[in-house]
């Protein structure tokens, strides 16, 4: 329903970026480029200040931007509200996971809300924890879905699932022959873990602490940017890889790796829902319902 000048104009504003918005709303950048101009062409003023490489908002395009977050907010309230009245939902939801949620937890609920929902448009952020926060507090999400103990105060957190976070080897590997290790022999046990901002190495890392050991204390060879890549590096190393469990129950079920048990220390964490503070759109409430109810009736 909403304009679609308007539409590009709030891309572009989001991302500060021509570029981005072009990729986001899947037109050529000279297009964004022509829908701006046309539009401040209509309302005859500047709405963006370019500066070399750089753009930002002008007065006139701040307050656009302000009036444009309202209309979006009415335009999805609309949506969903014709789409309780017909029985039948159209519209969008931009959804954020972290890493280990976008790649094993999600893809199943998408695929059946995607059979039942299919003129809801869905679209998916992947990207660690931290990024997706960032994401939503600058509104380019609807709704996220992280791991991890952090907590923004502008963000309401809803809790989603339980996870646990493994000690795993690899099946051609030594370290395979082990059961359990205590927590001094991890320390000097070859580590690979996820990369700086993950929630993952933050539940670990706030997990550790709680024992008094410190992440500088461990034998940490690798960071790794995915639980792929850190599955990988373990097939061709002797070292142990902290992941979570609903990353890696396939490949221990067939046997390709082994969980090793550490003596008194577990590492549990919940998975959540995220989204601005205030009343979620109609959407965002539909989709958690949907996603909750999907694995309880699991």
């Given at each position: 329903m909403l304009n679609f000048r308007l539409r590009v104009f709030y891309s572009v504003a989001t991302f500060c970026s021509f570029t981005k918005a072009a990729e986001e709303m899947f037109i050529t950048q000279p297009a964004v480029t022509?829908?701006?101009?046309?539009?401040?062409?209509?309302?005859?003023?500047?709405?963006?200040?370019?500066?070399?490489?750089?753009?930002?908002?002008?007065?006139?395009g701040r307050l656009l931007l302000h009036y444009t977050e309202h209309v979006l907010t009415l335009d999805k309230k609309f949506m969903f509200d014709l789409g309780v009245l017909k029985q039948k939902f159209a519209g969008d939801l931009k959804l954020g996971a972290s890493t280990t949620?976008?790649?094993?937890?999600?893809?199943?609920?998408?695929?059946?809300?995607?059979?039942e929902h299919p003129d809801i448009e869905l679209s998916l952020l992947n990207d660690n924890t931290q990024r997706i926060?960032?994401?939503?507090?600058?509104?380019?999400?609807?709704?996220?879905?992280?791991?991890?103990?952090?907590?923004?105060?502008?963000?309401?957190?809803?809790?989603f699932l339980k996870?646990?976070?493994?000690?795993?080897?690899?099946?051609?590997?030594?370290?395979?022959?082990?059961?359990?290790?205590?927590?001094d022999e991890l320390k000097e046990t070859?580590?690979?873990?996820?990369?700086?901002?993950?929630?993952?190495?933050?539940?670990?890392?706030?997990?550790?602490?709680?024992?008094?050991?410190?992440?500088?204390?461990?034998?940490?060879?690798?960071?790794?940017?995915?639980?792929e890549s850190i599955k990988?590096?373990?097939?061709?190393?002797?070292?142990?890889?902290?992941?979570?469990?609903?990353?890696?129950?396939k490949e221990i079920a067939n046997g390709e790796f082994k969980i090793i048990d550490i003596t008194d220390f577990e590492i549990e964490r919940n998975f959540y829902?995220?989204?601005?503070?205030?009343?979620?759109?109609?959407?965002?409430?539909?989709?958690?319902?949907?996603?909750?109810?999907?694995?309880n009736q699991r």
């Open positions: 022509k829908n701006i101009k046309e539009l401040e062409s209509e309302l005859n003023i500047r709405l963006f200040n370019r500066i070399a490489n750089k753009i930002t908002l002008t007065e006139a949620i976008g790649q094993y937890v999600l893809p199943a609920i998408l695929a059946q809300f995607n059979r926060e960032t994401a939503l507090v600058e509104k380019v999400l609807d709704l996220g879905i992280i791991e991890g103990n952090s907590r923004n105060s502008q963000l309401k957190y809803i809790p996870d646990e976070i493994v000690a795993v080897v690899h099946v051609s590997q030594p370290l395979f022959e082990k059961d359990e290790i205590t927590l070859p580590l690979v873990l996820r990369e700086i901002g993950s929630g993952s190495l933050e539940v670990i890392t706030d997990k550790l602490k709680q024992k008094g050991v410190k992440l500088k204390d461990l034998n940490v060879v690798m960071h790794l940017g995915s639980t990988t590096f373990l097939a061709n190393s002797n070292s142990i890889g902290l992941i979570s469990i609903n990353a890696v129950s829902f995220i989204h601005l503070h205030g009343v979620p759109s109609g959407f965002t409430e539909m989709f958690i319902q949907y996603a909750l109810n999907y694995y």
